[in-house]
């Protein structure tokens, strides 16, 4: 099975902050990744897919990038309302997700 | 608009079976597969397999092989888990969503509201 390892587990940062998390696939997945937001008590919701394509609807301070075994989301200004858990999820073979990087207020 | 509803909250016994609903309204419910996601209380997220709803096709995370059935009714739009045997470490909320995949892209577009299952002698 492939393993998706993110990193940080957390982090803290401010409104306005540029912040990017990492996801690494075990191997190649070629660009088979997306990020997923996941407010609390709430049903996770897609940000991206195929690694870099920003979901209809989703701010464009949000962006991915990478391919192979390597990935990363940025989000370029960071806005009350992104304080929350993101997950990666490859989808080469089956639907590993990532642990989770969650983001908090500082 | 698109939408996934899922049955209420399940209290089951170690042992027993659970089976969650998931209807789908607001597209052509045989244009997109149906995958599982289940998330145990204060953990990640946790992917269970798809089904297809055009012709029945599913994949089982090796986690749950064996344990796992998903099925639709195609008449009604509706997706079905079943986890039989169920054991502690199976209490989660249990999420169903819409696979939108083709030949280079496969993801999770839209999310159902989850339900709570809760596994306890």
């Known amino acids: 099975d492939i393993q998706m390892t993110q990193s940080p587990s957390s982090l803290s940062a401010s409104v306005g902050d540029r912040i990017t998390i990492t996801c690494r696939a075990s191997?190649?997945?070629?660009?088979?990744l997306n990020w997923y937001q996941q407010k609390a008590g709430r049903a996770p919701s897609l940000l991206i897919y195929?690694?870099?394509s920003l979901q209809s609807g989703v701010p464009s301070r949000f962006s991915g990038r990478g391919s192979g075994t390597d990935f990363t989301l940025t989000i370029s200004s960071l806005q009350p309302e992104d304080f929350a858990t993101y997950y990666c999820q490859q989808t080469f073979s089956t639907g590993t997700f990532g642990q989770g990087t969650k983001v908090e207020i500082k | 608009q698109v939408q996934l509803v899922q049955s209420g909250v399940e209290v089951k016994k170690p042992g027993a079976s659970v089976k969650v609903s998931c209807r789908a309204s607001?597209?052509?419910?045989?244009?997109?597969?149906v995958s599982w996601v289940r998330q145990a209380p204060g953990q990640g997220l946790e992917w269970m397999g798809w089904?297809?709803?055009?012709?029945?096709?599913?994949k089982y995370a090796q986690k749950v092989q064996g344990r796992v059935t998903m099925t639709t009714d195609t008449s009604t739009g509706t997706a079905y888990m079943e986890l039989k045997s169920l054991r502690s470490d199976d209490t989660a909320v249990y999420y169903c969503a819409r696979r939108h995949s083709s030949g280079w892209y496969d993801y999770l577009d839209y999310w159902g509201q989850g339900t709570l299952v809760t596994v306890s002698s």
């Open positions: 191997q190649s997945i070629d660009n088979y």
């Open positions: 089904i297809s709803t055009y012709n029945g096709n599913t």
């Open positions: 607001g597209y052509t419910f045989t244009s997109y597969s």
């Open positions: 195929t690694a870099s």
